[in-house]
């Protein structure tokens, strides 16, 4: 009879929750890991200036940018991927702008040069 009241004692005591049986068994996985030595701290970097603000910039009041109504996560998300072809067109585009900007200016930077030279007789 004695046996069978201590295991009813001990089937009613109260045990240690899973919890913190993992905390302990995580000490002593911590205690058995070489501790690593601290980085020194890096120094931090000067303050750009501020460039002077003028008298009527200041007198206006700044105008608070529009509460975003979606996380900045999700907003960043929502942008449609553009397609394969669009991207070629885009940096043909870009190709095509910068060879006719290129030329553009060797033609003002040649008459710039030589004034005195007409259309016609080139």
């Keep these: 009879m004695a046996k069978k009241a201590r295991k009813r004692v001990a089937a009613k005591a109260r045990k240690?929750?899973?919890?913190a049986v993992k905390k302990a068994a995580g000490k002593k996985r911590a205690v058995a890991k070489p501790q690593r030595k601290a980085a020194p701290a890096k120094a931090a970097k000067p303050a750009a200036k501020k460039p002077a603000v003028s008298?009527?910039?200041?007198?206006?009041?700044?105008?608070?940018?529009?509460?975003?109504?979606?996380?900045?996560?999700?907003?960043?998300?929502?942008?449609?991927?553009?397609?394969?072809?669009?991207?070629?067109?885009?940096?043909?585009?870009?190709?095509?702008?910068?060879?006719?900007?290129t030329l553009t200016d060797a033609e003002r930077l040649h008459h710039r040069l030589e004034p005195d030279i007409t259309p016609d007789q080139e």
């Design 16 to 19: 240690p929750a899973r919890g």
């Design 55 to 101: 008298k009527r910039a200041a007198s206006k009041p700044m105008a608070a940018p529009p509460a975003a109504s979606q996380p900045v996560a999700a907003q960043q998300t929502a942008k449609p991927r553009r397609s394969f072809v669009r991207r070629i067109e885009e940096k043909v585009e870009g190709a095509f702008e910068a060879v006719f900007d």
